[in-house]
């Protein structure tokens, strides 16, 4: 049974920071791509933050400079830092892994875990 677990969630103030983890298991975690998406309420999931299983990353514009995303293929686990936190970055956020090479085709989805910036 293939497993994508989000933590490190909650609520912290502006300026603050926060580290999300995604631990996935029943799958060969090296051979997917990862992404967080986030999504707010009203709308639509959007893609934060991805790392390739070559370690290449990329962000969305709002984040860049403020998020890094990282990957410990031995914990089968994606980390995603987030710094300098602001009010818009509150959402749900999701964990996503696509397979590549002989996992081609499979996608899975984590349950989401809520980050609410506030003061």
């Known amino acids: 049974q293939v497993q994508l677990v989000e933590s490190g969630g909650g609520l912290v103030q502006p300026g603050g920071s926060l580290r999300l983890s995604c631990a996935a298991s029943?799958?060969?975690?090296?051979?997917?791509?990862m992404q967080w998406y986030r999504q707010a309420p009203g709308k639509q999931r959007e893609l934060v933050a991805g790392?390739?299983?070559?370690?290449?990353?990329n962000y969305a514009d709002s984040v860049k400079g403020r998020f890094t995303i990282s990957r410990d293929n031995a914990k089968n686990t994606v980390y995603l830092h987030m710094d300098r936190l602001k009010p818009e970055d509150t959402a749900v956020y999701y964990c996503?892994?696509?397979?590549?090479?002989?996992?081609?085709?499979?996608?899975?989805w984590g349950q989401g875990t809520q980050v609410t910036v506030a003061s």
């Open positions: 029943g799958i060969i975690f090296s051979f997917y791509d």
């Open positions: 790392i390739t299983k070559e370690r290449s990353t």
């Open positions: 996503n892994g696509q397979g590549r090479i002989i996992a081609t085709g499979k996608n899975y």
